[in-house]
């Protein structure tokens, strides 16, 4: 590693790319995925778990998440370098991630918010389509402090502090289940989509229709959109990541589904520490037009992803710490 590299992952507000991991990423929505007999009967038993939005202020979305959308926080962590994986991006920095939901990470699908220190902002693209929640509380919330709703396409929108839609149903938020319905990806070819989802990764279709598929590994966890656009994906500098649980024992299936395929494997089997947490292991895959998809060992996550008393206290701690926060 050249020297300025080593530097840059001890000084604060040094962001490195690594150039080697933005060109693992070609071209995919015109492959063919084939599998042999074998894998092409194999079963993965996943569950959805997170989507990874990259942000700029903690405080605005700390705002936005906890006082607009009415989360809260699962966990809140603090790393002193870049992640193996690239959780935080392809940047060598100081980072944290910030796990918020409506619920424990065991039972609802949650926002995984990556703060780069220093990084005010992130160039948007279009791969993100939305997210989708049932709460008309939350509209109730957004009017009463007069945070800006759209409409788009019939929908009521609300948008982060980055640009980041959230499509809000106004019914009332359930209590037994989680508010969040799915995550809309978009797709530059939804037919490469499905052979990628469904027949590699072994998604369920829920439903189909000409423009937007949708699947799940359980009806009961939050369901993946994709949705046909005609214009070229781009995956900017904002781009996010999707991940599931899935049993250990199915990584390495999952590993071989994807090498026959001739598929993308952006970062291969890898253990990741937190300190004084549980050790998960990983793979890091990309769809046909660059999604990145993380699976990580359930066994591993479920001990990782307990519900800290202190998160909120803790998120709300470093926030007043950074020394790159904007002050009001």
């Known amino acids: 590693m050249q020297l300025n590299n080593l530097l840059s992952a001890f000084h604060l507000g040094r962001h490195v790319l690594k150039q080697s991991y933005l060109t693992r990423i070609p071209l995919l929505n015109k492959r063919k995925y084939y599998c042999n007999n074998d894998m092409a009967s194999a ?36 790393f002193k370098e870049g992640c193996d994986a690239q959780c935080n991006g392809p940047y060598d920095n100081r980072w944290s991630k910030t796990m918020i939901g409506y619920g424990p990470e065991s039972s609802h699908f949650v926002i995984e918010l990556t703060y780069n220190y220093g990084v005010k902002n992130y160039e948007l693209g279009n791969d993100l389509g939305g997210i989708t929640i049932k709460s008309k509380e939350t509209l109730e919330r957004a009017r009463s402090k007069n945070y800006p709703i759209l409409q788009e396409e019939g929908q009521q929108v ?43 990764l072994k998604m369920k279709v829920l439903n189909e229709c ?86 990580v060992d359930e066994e591993g996550f479920s001990e990782l992803s307990q519900v800290e008393e202190d998160g909120d206290r803790n998120l709300t701690k470093f926030i007043k710490k950074d020394p790159f926060q904007d002050k009001d």
């Not at 997170?50 to 607009?68: D, M, P, Q, S, T």
């Not at 809309?184 to 590699?200: M, P, Q, R, V």
């Not at 939050?222 to 990584?251: C, D, M, T």
Request: proline fraction near 7%; include cysteine; charged fraction near 20%.
């Open 158 to 200: 609300l948008t982060s502090p980055d640009g980041y839609k959230f499509f809000i149903i106004e019914e009332p938020q359930p209590r037994d289940t989680d508010p969040v319905l799915s995550v809309t990806l978009n797709s530059t070819n939804i037919a490469a989509s499905k052979e990628y989802w469904h027949g590699l």
């Open 210 to 295: 000409p423009n937007t598929i949708t699947l799940s590994y359980n009806e009961k966890n939050a369901a993946l959109i994709l949705k046909q656009i005609s214009v070229p994906l781009n995956r900017a500098k904002a781009y996010g990541r999707i991940a599931f649980a899935v049993p250990l024992n199915e990584q390495p299936v999952i590993d071989t589904i994807i090498r026959e395929a001739n598929g993308t494997i952006l970062t291969p089997l890898i253990t990741l520490d937190t300190p004084g947490k549980a050790t998960v292991r990983v793979i890091i895959l990309a769809d046909p037009d660059g999604h990145e998809i993380c699976f």
């Open 43 to 78: 079963t993965i038993h996943g569950r959805a778990l997170h989507y990874v939005l990259k942000i700029g202020n903690r405080e605005k979305n700390a705002f936005f998440f906890r006082e607009i959308l009415g989360m809260q926080v699962d966990r809140h962590e603090e």
